[in-house]
């Protein structure tokens, strides 16, 4: 049997073709670029194959070890040029700082790198009068035509965007988890890491093009004056940004820690770099705290962009996801609209200026999200921002509970009958029951229901002590759509089928028009939780106005790309169903 061939990568420096192997495709060509398209230095300035050569040992008369990744400070190359000095890992070794600083050691080069893919940290050589070598962590390294001193002494219109926000978010994610002192879990370490990105974009938002901004950690700067200075910003926000910080919200990260994520966000601008760039970036790193409690198991973003596609959202409809978790149908639904108002604003030739402030008043009138956790209410909200909403219509509060029991600032963003659009996911489970009389009372479904044998009629008796959340949350969303008003809900098969659950069937068939019923693979929601679901559409109509027959779309997708353990297939039948649903629709002459 023939060997098979090793996978082959075209190196980023050098066009060479080289060995894929895991630390090269992670760590070495990620590395690479940054270098390039983040730090600016010229390709030739830099070395990756063939491999750069140092001595493992000062009485060395021959280089041996060979170097990941060199940066010198001329495109000759020199040994005596070398700079920076890159060591990679593959994901999952964790050791090489002791050959990082041999390689330092052996060579001229003062600044050192560490990466593993998903981990960095930086380092610097400081030769002693007596011979000896020391290393120091410093927050970054500096950009081509600065100065070491230059680090973190960066005037606002310095900042650049970046297309690697993802490795870099991951890497602060992992060294957190790592290194953080007194704050472990994922949940902890994300609300903390949002606290300093909405002092980040404070920073920008509020800095002159020509000042230096306060979100910076310089290289002879004392640890405490960084924390310092990143408090006072986090103070300003929540003096100013109320409606996304609360008053109670703290900065609880240790000093180390906050120095090493804003020397690793301070280079660059988030405010600039494109929204899916940050989106992606975000959801790396929030996605570890994420984890499905409650019976909160969160949508895959193809399922979430299929429902998008078949409600087909106007930039004129007001959207709400009563149970928004995290943000993702109001995050994908406002991409959905920005980009129609994209091609809109390419017809008439508008501004750019002018086509920012329309998406951002979309936004900020049309969307709006609740969910009863304070932390995924505030996952959203910092989605939302991220994105480019100034504001947020995010509220934490319980969907759930009589309007009149919620804040003043949710009862007045969110009102029955206003809404055009609902994309939802809703909790689901039997060990979570919604109780309390006077909270059930506001729902027809939190009755027991009773057929009539003769008839096949419904009739409405006693209340029940208890009901699960997923059959409230049909009759709450469809009690704030207006007439007319459309959604796509997530439910449990059993909605669809139990015989126990005919009254609900009954009930939304008395109070809506079907528009169609997709059956999604049961691996859809694993390996997080097996139940069974399918994706419920409709319009609210007024009774009168249902037809007695009328066709319904029935959509099954056999694939969703990926497998029982979460591991990605190539095989996906999700992205198909919008298409295959408007054009049904079209043959049968329904309008939206």
Known sequence: ???????????????????????????????????????????????????????????????????????????????????????????????????????????????????????????????????????????????????????????REDLKPTHSLKAIFKSLRNHLAANTVGATRDEVLAQQLINLIFCKLYDEKYTAPHEMVRFRAGIHEKPQEVRERILAIFNDVKTNLSDVIDDEDKITLDTKSIVYVVGELQNYSLMESERDVVADAFETFIGHALKGGQGQFFTPRNVIRMMVEVLQPSEKEKIIDPACGSGGFLIESLKFVWDSVDKRGVELRWKPHYLESQ?????????????????????????????????????????????????????????????????????????????????????????????????????????????????LFIERCLQLLRIGGRMAIVLPDGIFGNETDAYVRNWIVQNAKILAVIDVPLETFLPHTGTKTSILVLQKMLPKDIPADYPIFMGIAEHCGHDRRGKASSQDDIPTIAPAFHAWRKEQHIEL
């Not at 909200?381 to 003043?408: H, Q």
């Not at 057929?451 to 006693?462: D, L, S």
């Open 359 to 471: 998406k951002i008043q979309i936004a900020t009138n049309n969307f709006r999200g609740i969910d009863k956790d304070y932390f995924l209410s505030k996952v959203a909200k910092a989605y939302m921002n991220l994105v480019g909403d100034g504001t947020t219509g995010i509220f934490c509060d319980d969907s759930l509970e009589l309007p009149s029991e919620w804040r003043d600032e949710t009862r007045h963003k969110i009102k029955p009958e206003t809404f055009d659009i609902i994309l939802t996911n809703p909790p689901f489970g039997s060990n979570i029951k919604v109780e309390g009389d006077e909270k059930l009372r506001q729902y027809d479904l939190a009755y027991k229901w009773k057929r009539n044998k003769k008839t096949g009629t419904f009739i409405k008796e006693a209340l029940k002590s208890k009901e699960a959340p997923q059959i």
């Open 1 to 155: 049997m023939a060997k098979q061939a090793e996978p082959r990568i075209i190196d980023y420096i050098s066009g060479l073709n080289v060995t894929a192997t895991p630390e090269e495709v992670e760590a070495v060509q990620v590395f690479a670029r940054q270098l390039v398209e983040d730090y600016e230095y010229p390709k030739n300035y830099i070395q990756t194959h063939p491999q750069f050569r140092v001595k493992s040992r000062p009485s060395d008369t021959k280089k041996e070890y060979p170097v990941d990744i060199v940066v010198f400070a001329g495109d000759a190359r020199h040994d005596e040029q070398a700079y920076i000095i890159v060591e990679c890992k593959k994901k999952n070794r964790k050791d090489g700082r002791a050959q990082l600083e041999n390689y330092l050691m052996f060579s001229s080069a003062y600044l050192g790198v560490w990466f593993n893919g998903e981990e960095r940290f930086f380092l610097q050589k400081f030769i002693k009068e007596n011979g000896r070598v020391e290393f120091i962590e410093i927050p970054n390294i500096p950009k081509y035509g600065q100065r070491i001193e230059d680090i973190g002494h960066f005037h």
